[in-house]
């Protein structure tokens, strides 16, 4: 009993805390100022699903007492073996709930709501590495599919025998960042070529780098400081294509906070046929950029904290080799195997990508020592 009563005693705090920000976020002054009242109505979302596990939590523990107080106190057979019941569901329940709140007291991270822009490079092994790139692509454009989000290519360079040398993409939708964060890394293949004549596996790898998209008041830009130019767009798409410059390249001079040193950043956007949403996409990549740059510095004081971590934010690790010959998927953060490459491939990844939440979530309560 008395783990019941530390984690109410942890809950007790947080209640004043939930109705604090219940009266906050419906004050004018707050609504006004954008980034704050963003922030607090996350907390509210977040406090409030906290709150209704410990209206269940105190239920349950009150309907197992009294449940006890019934079998003790009643002589009728029947109402006996009901209390019984009734006592053997709540004791089943209140270790469930103890784990769901202690999830839910876990921090979570604060930018697993956002959408996010990904960059997929083909890495060491040439045209075999764009084909790789181009596999991966397929991968999560169909497994964004089944969740319902929206995927929109930014742009990309094609490999000489297919695939992508490049393809940078933006995913729009629910909790994209919270699950998508855990492709970043690099990501080999081993397979025998198309254009392997004595029919050698080769492996190749292709880098993946999943970013969470900057709102407008996350990073601060000059506007005014960018310059812009239109070029025209090439590929298919007729002769429009060709006639409109409604491609746009927005080059900004940015000083790294991090480092104190100035840089150019130059972003390419060739999306639409429509200069103004090229330049609205452009701008969104650029602060998107620069957060990535200046948010490095915070991922990296993570990493080197979290050692074990499944999502360390750690561009350069080998996170998961695809073995074609043998149909395989080994993950190697979790030393997850699975033989359903083909399923795999065609955007099955949600299996895996639930065991490194799970992963990922047991490391951070052992951590915050719930």
């Keep these: 009993m008395a783990e019941n009563y530390s984690i109410l005693d942890k809950l007790e705090g947080l209640v004043s805390r939930f109705e604090e920000v219940s009266t906050l976020i419906t004050d004018p002054h707050v609504i006004s100022d954008q980034k704050r ?21 105190i239920n349950t ?17 029947e109402m006996k073996e009901m209390a019984r019941e009734e006592l053997a569901a709540a004791e089943k329940r209140i270790p469930e709930i103890e784990e769901e709140i202690k999830l839910l007291l876990v921090p979570a991270d604060p930018e697993d709501d956002k959408n996010i822009v990904m960059e997929i490079r083909g890495g060491t092994g040439g045209d075999e590495a764009a084909l790789f790139a181009g596999d991966l692509f397929r991968m999560y454009a169909k497994y964004c599919e089944t969740k319902g989000w929206k995927v929109a290519v930014s742009s990309f360079t094609e490999g000489a025998a297919g695939g992508y040398k490049e393809i940078i993409f933006s995913v729009s939708g629910e909790k994209v960042y919270g699950t998508m964060k855990y492709e970043s890394g690099v990501h080999r293949v081993q397979r025998v070529p198309a254009t392997e004549t004595q029919g050698r596996v080769h492996t ?22 960018i310059k812009w130019d239109t070029f025209r767009s090439s590929g298919a798409g007729g002769q429009n294509v060709n006639k409109v410059e409604s ?46 740059k200046e ?25 998961r080799t695809y073995n074609y010959p043998q149909g ?25 990508i639930d065991h490194l939440i799970v992963a990922e979530n047991a490391e951070r309560m052992k951590e915050s020592e719930l």
Excluded at 208 to 215: D, K, M, S, W, Y
Excluded at 306 to 312: E, G, I
Aim: charged share 35%; proline share 3%.
């Design 295 to 319: 948010h490095q510095k915070y991922i990296d004081d993570i990493a080197s904290r979290r050692k074990t971590m499944v999502s360390t934010g750690d561009r350069s690790a080998k996170i």
């Design 328 to 352: 395989r998927i080994t993950d190697h953060r979790i030393n997850y195997t699975i033989y359903n490459l083909s399923a795999f491939m065609d955007g099955n990844i949600q299996d895996c």
């Design 204 to 225: 190749s790898a292709a880098t993946v780098a999943v970013l969470p998209e900057a709102e407008e008041f996350d990073v601060e830009i000059n506007e005014g400081e």
């Design 61 to 77: 523990l009150r309907n197992a007492d009294e449940a006890r107080e019934l079998m003790a106190m009643e002589d009728d057979p």
């Design 247 to 292: 491609g746009v390249r927005a080059r900004y001079m940015w000083k790294n906070p991090n480092t104190g040193e100035t840089e150019e950043i130059l972003i390419e956007c060739t999306e639409t046929r429509d200069q103004p949403k090229n330049k609205e996409r452009a701008l969104a990549r650029l602060r998107t950029f620069i957060y990535d």
């Design 37 to 57: 009242y963003v922030k607090l109505t996350k907390e509210y979302k977040d406090l409030g699903d906290i709150m209704k596990a410990r209206k269940e939590y």
